[in-house]
C-alpha cells in the first residue's frame, strides 16, 4: 500500500545512456513532482505536474525530460547522462493548496559512471 | 523568494538529553514551514507543519517546532533523543508559484546520538 513508489530504487549506469525512473502515487493527489538531492544532501525542485500539465520548470537541462501519462504517474526520462547527473532523485505527490502535505517517494538513487 | 537557513549542519547529543535544531526562515508573507527527517539511504519523512493555525507544533515520534514571527524561526525540539532519532533534518519552507506550492528546503542538519 505504498503511497509513492519510484522505480527503481538504484541506477547504476554508463556516460552517455538513456535513462528512465517511474513514479506512481496512489494518494488520489493530482500534483506530482521530481526533486533532487545532490552528493551534499542539497535538495531543490526539478519539476511539478498539475493534472498532467507542467507547471513548475525549474531551468533543468532539456536532457531531463518528464512525462505524466496521467495524474497518478510522473517519469522522468534523462538523454545522453553525465556524470554530474549522478543524485538521488524524489518523487512526490500533493493535492494543490499552500495547506497540504507533500509526500515524498523513497528515491532513486542515481550512478553515472 | 522564500528561503531558510539552518545555522548548524551538525548537532551531536547524547541518548536522552534534550534536542535543538535551529532553523530560521525569509518569508514576504506568512509562510507554510515544514520539518523532514532522512533516515541513512531512506527517503524523507515529515516530521510536522506550520500552516497558520497553532505557533506550536506537535510532530510525530515526539517532536515539536515553534513558529516565532518575531525571531523568524522554527526551531525543532524534543525533551528526550533516542538512538533511532540519528538522522538528516531539513527544515523547508513552501514557496507559491504560480499558485502552487514548491517546497524550498533548507541545507540540511545532521543530528548525531551517542549513547
Known amino acids: 500500500d505504498t503511497a509513492v513508489s519510484q522505480t527503481p530504487k538504484y541506477l547504476v549506469t554508463q556516460m552517455g545512456n538513456d535513462k528512465s525512473i517511474k513514479c506512481e502515487q496512489n494518494l488520489g493527489h493530482d500534483t506530482m513532482y521530481w526533486y533532487k538531492q545532490d552528493s551534499k544532501k542539497f535538495l531543490k525542485i526539478m519539476f511539478s505536474?498539475?493534472?498532467?500539465?507542467?507547471?513548475i520548470n525549474e531551468t533543468v537541462p532539456n536532457r531531463f525530460s518528464p512525462k505524466s501519462p496521467d495524474k497518478a504517474h510522473l517519469n522522468l526520462h534523462i538523454n545522453s547522462l553525465e556524470l554530474g547527473d549522478s543524485a538521488v532523485y524524489f518523487c512526490a505527490s500533493s493535492l494543490r493548496d499552500r495547506q497540504n502535505t507533500i509526500y515524498f517517494g523513497e528515491g532513486s538513487w542515481l550512478t553515472v559512471v | 523568494a522564500q528561503s531558510v537557513t539552518q545555522l548548524d549542519s551538525h548537532v551531536s547529543v547524547s541518548e536522552g538529553t534534550p534536542v535543538l535544531l535551529r532553523c530560521n526562515y525569509s518569508?514576504?508573507?506568512?509562510?507554510?514551514l515544514f520539518w523532514y527527517v532522512q533516515h541513512p539511504n531512506k527517503g524523507l519523512q515529515l516530521l510536522l507543519k506550520?500552516?497558520?493555525?497553532?505557533?506550536l507544533v506537535k510532530g510525530i515520534n515526539g517532536f515539536e517546532a515553534e513558529f516565532k514571527k518575531s525571531e523568524t524561526s522554527f526551531h525543532l525540539t524534543k525533551p528526550s533523543a533516542h538512538m533511532s532519532d540519528a538522522a538528516e533534518y531539513f527544515c523547508v519552507v513552501g514557496e507559491m508559484n504560480t499558485g502552487f506550492q514548491k517546497l524550498v528546503f533548507g541545507t540540511g542538519t545532521r543530528l548525531l546520538v551517542s549513547p
Open positions: 518569508s514576504s508573507y506568512s509562510p507554510s
Open positions: 506550520y500552516t497558520s493555525a497553532a505557533t
Open positions: 505536474y498539475n493534472n498532467k500539465e507542467l507547471i
